[in-house]
């Protein structure tokens, strides 16, 4: 995975230099440690300055709504299904885009890195199989595998289902996972179990709407948080105020949640707020048989209508 | 997400069924009226000292 920033660099040089591409969308390397930011790279000069590994987990997809211009984007198994659904939404045109695939084999999870760190991390390198991370007095090596995201860990679409030219060769899907164990054990629980859960789940949460920020979904261009005409829910830090937000945000991305996992990557209290919008995915595979931005060609669940979807709940 | 099921209810209900309606909510609020106040989903006064 680390060897393909020559061929991610090629390919943007050339879609630059030709005038292909008004600028492509990738990554350069981060002020922090783990940290990679998104950059836009409008010049072939500023090509070098472009990066590839494992902490490359921000959905790119996010930066494409309603721009005019024509963009390169790189784009990993989760990133193009979320370029798929801006497509289908309208956010931008497929002709707008060449899309560089990158097949992934996972991003790091800066959370559980920072959780062993002994001291403030300096430096994080990394090879195939190895994570290597330095701060002051401590230098641990680390299992790549052990250390992903969780989405990553049960990701079934490593490869971009939708691309131009492709930086590496395909790599080899997971069939063997169990993707929704946890969201199963919460299905489970009591009512009083489940409100409990949730309340733990959500109680460091500062409202600081990170995961909203983050999320491609959230582009509404005033998100109803921040809406105070009418006022749909309350701005304070009450806990009921903090699960209606939640629990709403995850209503809005249902149908249409990639499970990228760049909100949980972006939450600075480290809340698994993919448990929420991962339910809402399991009931549209279960339901509808659907997963977000596999296609072009398919209308997502909530705006169409089938005589035998689900009504088991209207009495 | 912590409501009890018969907390909530769907119903598909034309403008011409008003005896339907009728009937519905007759039904709903005596089912809910039996399971009581949901104290969950009610904001705390913030408390002092």
């Known amino acids: 995975m680390l ?29 922090v440690p783990m940290m990679n930011e998104p950059c836009f790279v409008k010049t072939v000069e500023d090509v070098d300055h472009l990066v590839w590994d494992g902490n490359c987990g921000i959905n790119l997809a996010n930066y494409l709504t309603n721009r005019k211009e024509k963009i390169g984007i790189i784009a990993k198994g989760c990133d193009s299904r979320n370029i798929v659904t801006h497509i289908i939404e309208n956010k931008i045109k497929r002709d707008q885009l060449v899309i560089i695939g990158v097949p992934c084999n996972g991003m790091i999870d800066r959370h559980k890195i920072e959780a062993m760190a002994e001291s403030e991390i300096k430096e994080v390198s990394e090879t195939e199989d190895t994570i290597q991370v330095e701060g002051d007095g401590f230098e641990k090596t680390l299992d790549r595998k052990a250390m ?5 860990v049960i990701c079934v679409h490593r490869n971009p289902v939708i691309y131009d030219e492709l930086a590496a060769d395909a790599v080899k899907e997971q069939t063997e996972v169990d993707r ?17 859960f949730f309340e733990n789940l959500l109680s460091t949460c500062i409202r600081c709407y ?32 903090i699960r209606t ?3 709403l945000r995850a209503y809005h991305c249902a149908g249409r ?47 169409t209508y089938r005589p035998d979807d689900p009504d088991g709940f209207i009495k | 997400m912590g ?11 034309s403008s011409a ?23 969950n989903f009610v904001k705390r006064e913030a408390k002092v000292g």
């Open chain 1, 3 to 31: 060897t393909y920033i020559d061929k991610i660099k090629e390919i943007s040089r050339r879609l630059l230099k030709e005038s292909k591409v008004d600028l492509v969308v990738g990554f350069r390397k981060g002020t």
């Open chain 1, 148 to 152: 992903l995201q969780q989405n990553c």
């Open chain 1, 180 to 196: 929704y164990a946890d969201v199963r054990q919460i299905e489970a629980l009591s009512p009083q179990a489940k409100w409990d």
């Open chain 1, 210 to 241: 990170a995961c909203r920020n983050a999320c491609p979904l959230c582009y509404c261009p005033t998100c109803f948080v921040d809406e105070s005409r009418p006022q749909w829910v309350g701005k304070s830090q009450d806990p009921i105020d």
């Open chain 1, 245 to 247: 937000f939640h629990f």
């Open chain 1, 257 to 303: 949640c990639t499970d990228c996992g760049a909100c949980e990557r972006a939450c600075p209290m480290g809340i698994k707020v993919r448990l929420f919008t991962k339910k809402l995915e399991k009931d549209c595979l279960e339901l509808f048989d659907w997963e977000a931005g596999l296609t072009l060609e398919k209308r997502p669940p909530l705006d």
């Open chain 2, 3 to 13: 409501i009890e099921p018969g907390r909530l209810q769907f119903s598909w209900i």
């Open chain 2, 17 to 39: 069924e008003s005896t339907k309606f009728v009937d519905v909510v007759n039904v709903v609020t005596d089912k809910i009226k039996a399971l009581g106040p949901h104290e």
